[in-house]
Every structure is written in C-alpha cells, then in structure tokens.
C-alpha cells in the first residue's frame, strides 16, 4: 500500500492533486450568507438557476487544459463526481432551492499532511459539496493506510448562523469597509464556520482569515482540534469583500509572499514574518480592469497562482503583469490559460486541492 495523501504546505513538491468540475454548476438562489458577497452591481443580483451550457462547456476545457499542464509534469491528477446541483436539499434546520458545483475543491477540502478534512461552510448552497469528493476519499482510504479522511463538525446553518439584513442594498464601498475594519461580518459565533480557503498552510502554522465564510469560532475550533499547531487570526482591513485568502496573501517559497496591495496584512500580524525574515512583497497589478460575466471572485484572480515547487508556478496567461513580477522574484512561470473558469468560483489554486506534495511539517516561524 502507497502512501497517497501528505500536504504541509503550498510550495513544496507537488505530486498529486484535485483538479475540480464545472458540470452541472448553478448560480445559486439568495440566501443569508451568499448575497453579501455578490456585489450590488452584478448582473448576478436576484438571478439564480442552471450556468449557461457553452460557458459551463469553456470552463470545462480550461480545467481539462489544466489537468494535461499538470500531467506532463508528472503530477497524478484526480477529479470529483460532480451531483445534479439544481437539486433542492433540506436539513432538519433549513431548505435550499439548489446546490452550487464542484468548483473550486479549494474551498471544501483541507489537507494537513496525512488528513484531508472537508469543511464546514457557511453557504446553505453548498452543504453536500462535499459529496463530489467522497468517491476519491473513498479510495485514498481503502490505497493509504495512513489516511486520515475527517469530516469537520457540520454547522446547523439555521437562521442563527447569520446577521440578517447585515448588508441593505444601499450600503456604500466606505461602509463595507469600516465593517471590515470592524471585524464584522455576516456570521455570527453560534458555530465554527470555515471555507477551506481561508486556511493558508505553513507546516507548524496554520493562518485563517477572519471574513464573510469564516467565523472566530472556527478559529478557536481548530486549535483545540490542532493542539500541535500554532493557529493564528489574519484580516485584512482594505477588502470590501473578505473571502478566502488565496486572492490576497500568497506564499510562493519559504521566507517569500505577495501580498495583495489593497489589502494590506495589518502591521501587528507582520511582525511573525518580519521576526522570521519572511519577504512580504505586493503582488503586481491584474492585467484586467473587471472580473468575467457572472463571476463571484475579484480581478485579484491574477495572484491565484498555483505553486509546483519553490522554484515553479503556473500563473494565468492574460496576467502579465503578475507573470513578469514571479519571474522577477526568481519562479519559473507557466502560463495556464483559465479565465473562463473563474466565473466557476476561482483561479488556479482555487480550482485544486492538494493532495500529495513531497516534504515534511517544519517550523518556519521558530
Ligand atoms: O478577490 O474575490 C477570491 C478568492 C477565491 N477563492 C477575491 C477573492
């Protein structure tokens, strides 16, 4: 028997790894904690059903272009079932008149070393998420005798879970951002909520974003469930939209991040990296001035680059900009056209979860 699962990070080795789906994928219909992140603006406001076929179709071609990227390098790639995803779902706490997709898997699956725990996410849309990847654990458990396959405490998601009416539809970009200032956000501390994206991996320690999909109380569940771990609490006051860390601060090797320069990391949360010698380097402006057609994510896609190893990325084709300042920074850059995925729920890193990534859990912050 192999050993199939081991990710301590995002940069080292990378040998095996989700890649996810956009069949089936469906704008979903408004709920408490979804609407505040569509942006008033958006075409998407008061529309949910079924994502048009041709883009859902484009979206799939990018990601299988991923995939062959990724195999030619060598990296065994695994995909989710996707469900029907316009299904209603219930719970004994509340009704939903449709799922969303198996993209991004980022958001769902946390790998730390040998366990892949799925998450406990705030969106009602996106309760059975997780069954998209129950086949792949499924087999990572009866091939890896090490693997640990977690469920995290699944939230009730009940109407408690969320303020009501946090956001009106006039509130300004100044307001949202003093809320953000103020740490507050649309959950509420009933229960630990989390995507899986707002959790950025550096072997000892465990960075979680304080924002729209993730609560305090995850916070404080995490390190009773890690007591071996040292979690640490990141916000990033300049976001209007605070959702998951992977558009915003970006770990490319040990000792260096991009930082996305709207969103500053405060100064009292540096001082861990400065103290350890880490470079927080802004991350180069997107080379667009607007997401794409019925997207979620922020043109801050650009950063979402996909580390293979400390000295190789695959950044997005259109990013230029982004490009050039990797290969400044000494990476070996793969362009990987995916545009036409983000509408789907994100870019490279997004669209993966790791799996397997050569190395071992240190500490990099003594
Ligand atoms: O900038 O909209 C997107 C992150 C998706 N995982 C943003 C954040």
Known sequence: MAKIVNSWNDWDPLKRVIVGRCDNSMIPPEEPATSEKVPVDSEMRGMWGLRPAKTVERGNECLDNLVKILEDRGVVVDRPTPLQWNQAIGTPDFRNDSMMTCMPPRDILLTVGNEIMASANSFRCRYFEYLAYWPLMKQYFDEDPDFLWTQAPRPRLTDASYKHNYYDEKITLEERLVRTANKDFVTTEVEPMWDAADLMRMGKDIFIQHGLTTNRTAMDWFQRYYPEY????????????????????????????????????????????????????????????????????????????????????????????????????????????????????????CSTADVYREGECLDYFP
């Open 230 to 349: 040292r979690i640490h609490a990141v916000n990033f006051p300049g976001d209007p939209y605070p959702i998951h860390i992977d558009a915003t601060f970006v770990p490319l090797r040990p000792g260096l991040i991009i930082n996305n320069p709207h969103r500053k990391l405060p100064e009292e949360q540096r001082a861990i990296f400065e103290a350890n010698d880490w470079q927080i380097v802004e991350a180069a402006q997107p080379a667009h001035d607007e997401p794409p057609a019925l997207c979620y994510s922020s043109v801050w896609l650009s950063m979402n680059c996909l580390v293979l190893d400390p000295k190789t990325v695959i950044v997005e084709a259109s990013e230029v900009y982004q490009q050039e300042q990797m290969d400044k920074l000494g990476m070996n850059v793969i362009p990987c056209d995916l545009r036409d995925a983000y509408p789907f729920g994100g870019g490279l890193h």
